[in-house]
């Protein structure tokens, strides 16, 4: 749908990927409700934008809040039409010494944030007979690197869960995308959970969250089931799936190397 003058909730909207969604959405006519925990941030980020945002402040993780965030946001501005699940924590370790606190932290937003708003927001939606629902995966909810189990599990579940919900609306008026970014140049990795080494190899890489924000903006608009960011993060995905055992090796390799 075009986002001009459509409500649009937006998860972890204080920073990286989140906050570039904001700004592209607004730029594009939105009505954008601003979600996260940081709400000097949000205060300052909205004060930037057009259109006068709505300030949530949300931890996802908390059913309660949650919910609260779509009914404050139907309560202020009388519906929701997308609703962007990108609220995520990283975690890095390996899979031996994986803490399960960090992991039931990290499912808790990146998985349980994403079902509690869903839970509030799809029984608004089939009544308005409309709506997108758009979660922010990844490209390693489908290709594992090593280090990245527990975080790879956490968008893998997400995934799954995703491709479910959007069989079980069919035919309600909602879609249901799934959009995976490769790597991002924000503070994710700065801010992950666990203890996992350094991974120097891939740390410059990586596209800016406008360049993200913008893939939001067009999958928004043309609805598809599944969105990549960039071409190269989807010819990996088909690589790794045509050759598997090749594809494990030279991430085994390139990441020996990364330690040295
Ligand atoms: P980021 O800059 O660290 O932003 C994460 C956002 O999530 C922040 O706004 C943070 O806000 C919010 N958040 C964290 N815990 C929260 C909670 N309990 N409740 C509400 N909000 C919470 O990371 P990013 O790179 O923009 O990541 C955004 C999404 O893209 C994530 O789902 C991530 O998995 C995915 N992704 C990132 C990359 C990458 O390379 N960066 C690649 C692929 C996919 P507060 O701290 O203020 O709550």
Redesign the pocket.
Known sequence: MDPKDKVVII?????????AAARAFAAAGAQVAL????TD?LEQLAAELPGQPLIVP????DAGQARRLVEHTVAERGRVDILIN?????LSSPVEKLNPADLDQAL???LF?PLYTIQAAVPLMRTQHCGQIIN?????GVQALPYLGG?AAT?AALDRLTDALRIELLGSGIVVTLV??????????A?RLGQGREQRRMAPA?VT?DV?AQTLLRAARREPRVAYVTLGDRLRLVFAAMAPTLTERALAWSFSWSDE
């Open positions: 998860t972890g909207a204080s920073s990286g990927i989140g906050a979600a996260a925990r940081s941030v949300t931890d996802v993780s990108n609220a995520g924590v990283g808790a937003v990146g944030g922010v995966s990844s490209v390693i975080y968008k995976r970014p490769g790597t991002t140049r924000t503070d994710f990795r801010r990586g969250p993200v």
